[in-house]
């Protein structure tokens, strides 16, 4: 008797960074460093805890539907129409109800491979066919080679930039061209988990392609503004796609304590800018010092940055973990190791060097 569909069988499943305390139980530490998953090392925003606190106070009631009050405070501080946002829980999420709102079984998805673990799951699941695009040399994106793969059945194209796992962004010149060269039904959803950590100012802002028709721009709260736990992220699209999106998603899925978190940090956007300035120059320290064991990590525009060890991946990833720092290995690939707070990436070196002088 089966219950439950074959095909999930053969897929992988989302593998979520290995927990803290129980590698510190393991080793006999205090406590492991977790630079695993891409979350900043600063606790929550000021005025985050108490305004969700507050919230929950009316936990017996569903959250309000429509995040009126949430889309209105993206809205402004963006400068995108409330009516073209739509909230998730988590942009992983969000990505999902785009597959869900673009592909029907046998569509394409088209992404290019390394990038985002979630994307392949994600289409699996909604029933598209994954049409993976090798990343060039330089670890990041061959636009060019995506715009070749575009088929008759091709209705969705993820770019993920910055793109996770290997820090690489795509510049406006390079996505210019892209854009004008992908058919008008082809939605292109420029996933920009990572945006506040660029500092390139060529690497453009997806939001200043959001009046094109056939793009979308997915953002997040996990990382730099500090809500991973709470699980929220959003979409600018044209309307119909947004309201497609809201047709598709789980009803009531942005809780109350992530409407409401979501609002309070959105009141501190200085301090999340404070916040990535220190991300970005431990990146540049990081990235500096790992050249001298491995000169090829290629720059990186988000909050974590890339070994590409190949073989040697899932042996960095163990010789880390024995020193008690977590680390993400992608096996036969590379190793993403996101950057902490001066001291966690000290042990961090520390444990590279042993690993790899
Ligand atoms: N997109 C990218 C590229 C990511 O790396 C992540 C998180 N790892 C997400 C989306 C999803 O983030 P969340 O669901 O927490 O918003």
Known sequence: LRLT????????????????ADLARELGL???????????????LPGVVEAVAEAVAGAHRYPDMGVVALRAALAQ?????????????????????LVRATCLPGDELLYSWRSFEAY????ATSGATSVRVPNDAGHGHDLAAMAAAVTDRTRMILVCNPNNPTGTAVRRAELDHF??????????VIDEAYREFVTDPEVPDGLTYAD???VAVLRTLSKAWGLAGLRIGWLVAQPAVAAAVRKVVTPFSTSMAAQAGALAALA??????RRCALVVAERSRVTEALRKLLPDVPDSQANFVWLPLGDMAVDFGRACESRGVIVRPFPGDGVRVTIGTPAENDVFLAAAEAALA
């Not at 569909?5 to 992988?12: F, V, W």
């Not at 501080?77 to 999420?93: E, K, M, N, P, Q």
């Open 120 to 123: 392949p799951i994600v289409a």
């Open 179 to 188: 854009l004008d060269t992908v058919p008008d039904d082809v939605l292109v």
């Open 268 to 273: 501190q956007a200085d301090e999340v800018e």
């Open 77 to 97: 501080r963006y400068g995108v129409d409330a009516d073209r946002i739509a909230t998730g829980c988590g942009s992983v999420a969000l990505a999902e109800h």
């Open 212 to 214: 094109r028709p056939n």
């Open 5 to 20: 569909r074959a095909d999930l069988e053969a897929l992988p499943n989302y593998v979520p960074g290995r927990s803290p």
């Open 30 to 44: 205090p406590e492991a460093i977790k630079l695993a998953s891409n979350e900043v090392p600063y606790g929550p």
